[in-house]
């Protein structure tokens, strides 16, 4: 199975590179805006006079930006010819020159004959998958070709392609596909990358050039035309105006993926999810724009609008029989609150050693997020994750909790102000971040708070994508003794600070890495994130994810410790919870069989460079032989069903380390929270 997870994880990053290049019109399409170089240089000198490392755009950043350009488009090495490369190393220390003049005819240069050998690919693949596969042969294939040589022609792109395709075959083959049917999936695959790839407007090769050449200074900063800004602040403040769907697109339709509950559509009752949307208009009887082949981005603007106002969508649904009929709905646009990204509560009851219940209270935090606009309007009532965390605590105080978990896993971060804010809940007077910017200059942001409003056990959950803020209550929380970090070895990485600069209404703005975070204890979380005191099994911390696997990081560094007043000393307890823990885990069905895949993980990942039609098949066979065992197993008499075997054993086991530590710590004055522990 892990053969065949690195088989598709090769193709699945080389898709998600793909599908996040901003994809759109035509690049001959006529824009409202396009931007001109005049504006990309006006953009690049805004971004490196506010650029926390203050380098200047030199030859450096132009070799790292060719080859990324590059990679944004083929990062395999699958599309473009050596000839191709070689004519682009003209340009490998004269991209700097050429923007700062405002001349952009590379990134056109470039993007262009990508889009044409794309094109060229896609007829090779038809003719392909319309010839009969040997499987005699037992064949391998390259799992990771990043470093590999570029087709040295025509013939050869050709032979790269064959095999390549015989593996995407065989891969839906294993899957329980008909030939037939995988061979047409493959096809639809690799046309609709080319269908995306014609839908570029101009703006969208310029912005992808100007991000590249962004990204050279630190993978945090970017870029952001007007569209993508609007996502952005949509995503920070947990709210929008529109219908309330999630949307896709897929073989040049727009598609419902999922209706938000309690939304404008949810309510008005008639879209459903896999609903085909093929037309918008403005109002209930204004004239419907067709949407079919037109990019997500354009289709949503289209649906999104004003609360209160009226949107007129015309969509297909399939029916019984298989056929698609034609419908229309009218819907009254509403605020949208997007819960999901919110922070919510529960309180669990678990048997403690003793024979009585402990109850323990866990927050779930996805993001730090705040509405800025409303706070602006109503200082009063906005929406906040420190207020949000700030009632569920206080409704476990009520509730009389005997300790508290804060889940942080998958947390990337948010508003700063919204961390610091937070772990003033949990801790006293005290810094909680020091901030260094590009002037060197360094700050020290204080918690607001003189008294913490909860004071019990507290542990606290990381993962390697808990990232930036997240990071800086771990590093805080740990750095005090105020509770336990339990996790992956460390989290993501991300210790620097990034600030949205507006630009003109036309051109967007600017993200850009203008400070450096420390913990109080002088350490950047930058590059090496924050350890776990309590370390749980898991693949995150063998696989290249985190700060110090990405392109242009910045590096780490420490500051002079800053002057606090620790909360208590854990170093007791650590390794007895940690010793605890390893002997729970080592016995627990569900982290042995992730020990075993790690295990099965990292020697493959080290030894293996390629993969051989008879490997994937046996590990086929292998798998398909476990899951009818564990279906068997399900099916047997007394058997848990489906929704007891979703549980989530790390959280389970972080309840086990809470209920150790409360125990060891109920009685010990030292820590200093005995005293408000209930009896």
């Not at 699945?12 to 931007?35: I, Q, R, Y």
């Not at 450096?60 to 191709?84: A, E, I």
């Amino acid at each position: 199975m892990i053969l065949r997870r690195l088989y598709s994880a090769c193709f699945t990053l080389l898709f998600l590179v793909w599908m996040a290049v901003p994809f759109s019109g035509p690049v001959a399409a006529k824009e409202a805006n396009p931007l001109t170089g005049a504006q990309v240089v006006e953009i690049a000198e805004r971004f490196i006079r506010s650029h926390y490392s203050h380098d200047r755009f030199d030859n450096n950043h132009s070799q790292k930006m060719l080859k990324g350009y590059l990679n944004q488009f083929d990062p395999d090495h699958y599309f473009f010819l050596q000839s191709d490369i070689e004519e682009f190393q003209q340009y490998e220390n004269r991209l700097d020159d050429l923007m700062n003049e405002g001349n952009i005819d590379p990134a056109f240069v470039m993007f262009n004959r990508f889009k044409q050998r794309l094109a060229e690919r896609n007829k090779q693949i038809k003719q392909i998958l319309k010839t009969k596969f040997d499987w005699t042969p037992n064949e391998s294939i390259q799992i990771d070709r990043k470093e590999a040589p570029y087709p040295a022609n025509e013939k050869e792109a050709q032979d790269i392609w064959r095999l390549r395709l015989k593996f995407d075959v065989l891969e839906q083959k294993l899957d329980g596909k008909s030939e037939k049917a995988a061979r047409k999936k493959v096809e639809k695959r690799y046309s609709g990358y080319l269908n995306r790839i014609k839908q570029f407007t101009h703006n969208d090769v310029v912005t992808t050039y100007l991000n590249t050449m962004i990204a050279t200074f630190d993978p945090h900063s970017l870029y952001m035309p007007p569209d993508e800004l609007e996502n952005f602040n949509i995503n920070l403040r947990l709210s929008l105006e529109g219908i309330g769907a999630t949307l896709r697109s897929e073989d040049s339709f727009t598609i419902v993926t999922s209706i938000i509950p309690h939304g404008a559509a949810d309510r008005e009752g008639t879209l459903q999810p896999e609903d085909k949307i093929i037309a918008v208009g403005q109002g209930a009887s204004s004239p419907l724009e067709e949407v079919r082949n037109m990019r997500l981005s354009d289709v949503v603007k289209l649906i999104r609008g004003a609360r209160g106002s009226k949107v007129r969508i015309a969509f297909l649904r399939l029916e019984k029989g298989g056929l698609e009929k034609r419908h229309e709905v009218v819907i009254t646009r509403d605020r949208i609150e997007l819960e999901d990204g919110a922070a919510s509560g529960k309180i669990h009851t678990i048997p403690d050693p003793k024979g009585t219940n402990l109850r323990l209270g866990v927050i779930t935090l996805p993001s730090f997020y705040v509405d800025f606009r409303a706070r602006r309007n109503s200082p009063s009532h906005y929406k906040s994750s420190a207020l949000d965390v700030q009632k569920i605590l206080a409704g476990f105080i009520r509730e009389r909790v005997d300790g508290v978990i804060l889940d942080l896993r998958n947390n990337g971060g948010g508003g700063l102000n919204e961390v610091v804010s937070l772990v003033g809940l949990f801790m006293g007077d005290g810094p909680v971040v020091m901030v260094k910017d590009n002037n060197n200059d360094i700050g020290i942001l204080d918690n607001p708070n003189s008294k913490p409003l909860y004071r019990g056990p507290l542990v606290v959950m990381t993962n390697r994508f808990s990232a930036s803020a997240s990071e800086i209550l771990a590093g805080a929380i740990k750095d005090y003794g105020r509770g336990i970090l339990v996790g992956d070895t460390s989290t993501f990485g991300k210790g620097t600070v990034q600030n949205v600069f507006p630009l003109s209404d036309t051109l967007g703005a600017l993200k850009v890495t203008i400070a450096k975070f420390y913990r109080p204890g002088s350490a950047s979380t930058q590059n090496q994130g924050v350890t776990s005191d309590v370390v749980l099994p898991s693949m995150n911390s063998y696989m290249d994810i985190g700060e110090s696997s990405l392109e242009n990081a910045l590096s780490w560094d420490s500051l002079q410790r800053a002057k606090f007043r620790p909360w208590g000393d854990l170093s007791p307890y650590l390794p007895v919870l940690a010793r605890n823990s390893a002997g729970r885990v080592a016995h627990q069905k569900e982290f042995m069989e992730i020990n075993g895949h790690i295990a099965e993980y990292v020697k493959n990942k080290k030894d293996r460079k390629t993969i051989s039609i008879q490997e994937m098949t046996s590990e086929a066979a292998k798998q398909k032989k476990e899951d009818q065992k564990n279906k068997a197993d399900k099916n047997k008499p007394g058997a848990k069903k489906d929704k007891a075997d979703k549980k989530d054993i790390y959280l389970d086991e972080t309840m086990d380390i809470l209920t150790d530590f409360i125990q060891m710590a109920r009685n010990d004055p030292a820590y200093g929270i005995a005293n408000s522990l209930p009896r």
